[in-house]
């Protein structure tokens, strides 16, 4: 009944924003911006200037590597939300062989 144009076209309609829903909610969202050592994930933001140690690891935080700014927290209703697409699009796409 369907073409395979049609089904590559529903295709490519769910599997699209499945990719960005899944891309935008693991990355998540950035809970605040103030420098952490990425270590131990500490607060640095009160320590002294001429600190280079993480006061609860002691990790070296004197290289721009070393210091991680902000947390981020991973959106969880655009993973479903793409997890969902990606099945429809999974679905559509197992019928293209038929
Ligand atoms: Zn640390």
Redesign the pocket.
Known sequence: MFTTVTYVLVFIAFALPELLLLRRGLRGVRVHDRPL?R??L?ELSGRGADSTR?S??G?DVSSPEAVQIGVFRRRRALIFAGCLFGLIALGVGGRLND
Request: proline share 0%.
């Open positions: 050592c270590n131990c500490y993480c609860e690891c990790a």
